[in-house]
């Protein structure tokens, strides 16, 4: 089973239609219920209810290196630059989320800082995510490198996916991002805030990511990806993947049956 570790605004959105259209109803959506961490009952629950699952992505599956033991999980994620992902995630709620709070105070709130770190890891430990990233993940990509880490997927993954795709939750305007990017003060606060997760990105854009493009190179370099979707929300299985999320997954776990 994958266990995509999908931290905000990396792109994830993205590859969670690919996977969605791959499984269809054997995609689970764990935001679903809601909770902070998403843990192994919590699995168990949705195995219950998808019966076979192939794969599990949500925002609240938190270090689950730990929380998740079944012995068939393949973990995966993808990395951003930190400082891009900070301001795009502070434009993206302010934009979508409709939220009209200062960055300043905004970006107090510590559960911001160093996410991509933290989600990994459980902590604002850097030496624990990258041993994690070395040694639990089978995957991880890079949303600066989308289309070269979908052929390092492909080639990983057990399963065939579809790797047909339209971006997902692109910005129409990036004025917000890029003032916070191309201001000293608000530059430096989103460097500081997120300086694990600078290392984190470095080491894995510097040195895991190339490893493993180097070590499949002849093999990655045949794998053509495919066009992009004129419509993609009327794919049969994207539409069974959210319907039974949606209208099964999430109602069941509302009344607890």
Known sequence: MLVFVHIEKTAGTTLKFIFRNSFGQKHCDSKKN????????????????????KCISGHNLVEPTRHLND???????????????SASYYQD???????HIDFKEWIKDENKHNMQVKRIAGSADLDIAKKLLNESYFFVGLTERF????????????????LKYNKKLVAQDNTVKDRLIN??????????????????YDYVKNE?????????????????LPGSYYKDHLTWNYQMSIAFNKFIYRQKLKIGV
């Open 183 to 200: 201001t000293p003060d608000t530059l430096k606060i989103l460097k500081d805030i997120d300086h694990l997760d600078i290392e984190l």
């Open 147 to 162: 289309d070269d880490s979908l052929r390092l997927l492909k080639l990983l993954c057990p399963y065939e996916l579809k």
């Open 34 to 53: 809601k909770k902070d961490i998403f843990t192994q009952a919590d699995l168990d629950y949705a195995k219950k209810v998808f019966g076979e699952i």
């Open 208 to 224: 895991l990511f190339p490893a493993r493009i180097n070590e499949y190179r002849d093999q990655l370099e045949k794998i053509t």
């Open 93 to 99: 709620n302010c934009l979508r989320g409709r939220e």
């Open 71 to 85: 012995i068939d999980l393949m973990f995966m994620t993808v990395l951003r630059d930190p400082v891009t992902r």
